[in-house]
């Protein structure tokens, strides 16, 4: 069984050694879910009034040699589940015959969101201890939220200095807040720096080095503010994007900013009661235009990855009509949500009791996704940031 080390007493739910590292949990397959008989809860709603919904129904049992430690080149050859919620079928393809199960006029959405050099190293004024720092949203000009390490020894006020590798360039960073849930509020004194002196935060379970940092973006990752990838999109390359455009397939973009709303674990033994952390997420007047132009014409709308899903739905109206939207994002979907939008998905094999396998479950069904792990575990697909894909239709 692969298990991802928690966070110890006092620390705000991350881990820290060698790379910054982003938190998940793992753990062994259990029971099953159970949705109350008649319930239906509203359009875009996601919380469970009397459900006994457990967290540890979304666990499964997963070799650690399944946990890709690097990218399959060139980036297309993955392999692809597709998973057909119909009738539960299950194909096994290569990630690039994915052109073959998409139609013209359907609607391919990617999160072209850029991840950034999140992690910066330095130490404390006053007294030089190592303090590591993962920059999380940008709030203004220079002012970000973030977590740091060793959060008991940081106080509001404390000042890191973060020096360049060469000495030159000096990197101030004061905490002028500290959080409740565990964040800080951090501002930085040339925030230009941060390219040049922050470094890409690969998840915990991914030991091996990267040698192309490119590799851990999408092709057309454009948007800088990620602190990790939409994965589901790192398996296209420029060619495959050609020849999906040249079966009239329109490709539109969204924007999410992949943060601790998307990797923070799920503690709480009831699901519902788990608090999703805000990210930045932005849906053009042009994306909610074409969306909707399809929507109204029955044209299918794919979504790859869940950031792509929780942009589309967050802007979606009660009647599929999506509207631009530009602003936090905290929609948090679990089995039972009523998808107003989206009606096929690509995403890679997410970690257990995560919010990314919840939203998966979902759109397909508990029992359905978590045979179809099985199915992928029994066939060695690879797992994770690094690993596989699944088309669920």
């Known amino acids: 069984m692969a ?15 060698g790379p910054f590292e982003i938190p998940f949990l793992c753990s062994p397959f259990s029971a099953r879910a159970i949705i109350p008989v008649g319930y239906v ?9 009397g459900s006994s919904m457990k967290t540890s129904d979304f666990e499964y049992e997963l070799p650690p040699d399944r946990i890709a430690q690097t990218p399959v080149e060139p980036r297309d050859h993955s392999r692809l589940l597709v998973l057909h919620r119909a009738s539960g079928r299950i194909e096994h393809r290569r990630f690039w015959e994915i052109e073959d199960y998409l139609e013209a006029g359907d609607v391919l ?13 330095g130490e404390k004024r006053g007294g030089g201890a190592k303090v590591e720092i993962l920059l999380l949203n ?8 973030a977590l740091a390490r060793p959060g008991k020894r940081l106080r509001k006020g404390s000042v890191i200095e973060i020096a360049s590798a060469d000495g030159k360039d000096r990197l101030i960073a004061e905490i002028r ?21 922050g470094t890409v935060p690969l998840p915990p379970y991914i030991h091996e080095t990267l040698s192309d940092p490119e590799r851990y973006q999408t092709v057309y990752a454009r948007n800088k503010g990620s602190v990790a990838a939409p994965t589901a999109g790192l398996h296209f390359t420029p060619a495959l994007l050609d020849r999906i455009r040249g079966k009239g397939i329109e490709i539109a973009f969204v924007t999410l900013h992949v943060g601790l709303g998307s990797f923070r674990p799920v503690k709480t033994e009831d699901p519902a009661q788990h608090v ?17 132009l399809a929507k109204r014409e029955g044209r299918r709308i794919v979504a790859v990855g869940t950031t792509a899903v929780r942009s589309i739905e967050k802007a979606a109206q009660l009647n599929g009509e999506v509207e631009a939207f530009r602003g936090w994002n905290d929609l948090y979907i679990l089995p039972g949500y009523r998808f107003r939008t989206v009606e096929a998905l690509v995403t890679n094999f997410h970690l257990p009791r995560s919010t990314l ?12 996704t978590l045979g179809a792990y099985k199915e992928a575990v029994r066939k060695g697909y690879r797992f994770y940031s690094f690993g596989d894909a699944m088309l669920i239709l």
Do not use: Y
């Not at 959405?109 to 190293?121: D, F, G, K, Q, T």
């Not at 990210?279 to 074409?290: G, I, L, W």
């Open 357 to 368: 396998l919840m939203l998966v479950c979902a759109f397909a069904g508990r029992d359905l």
């Open 109 to 121: 959405v990617l999160n072209e969101s850029r991840v950034i050099p999140a992690r910066l190293l």
């Open 41 to 49: 809860p509203p359009p875009g709603h996601c919380r469970f009034p």
């Open 138 to 145: 940008r709030l203004d000009t220079g002012t970000w939220e």
């Open 276 to 292: 999703l952390h805000n990210e930045f997420c932005e849906v053009s007047p042009d994306t909610a235009r074409r969306l909707s």
């Open 3 to 17: 298990c991802m080390k928690k966070a110890g007493r006092g620390q705000p739910g991350f881990v820290f050694s």
């Open 177 to 197: 807040d500290k959080r409740a849930d565990g964040t800080v509020i951090v501002r930085l004194s040339e925030e230009s720096l941060i390219e040049r002196m």
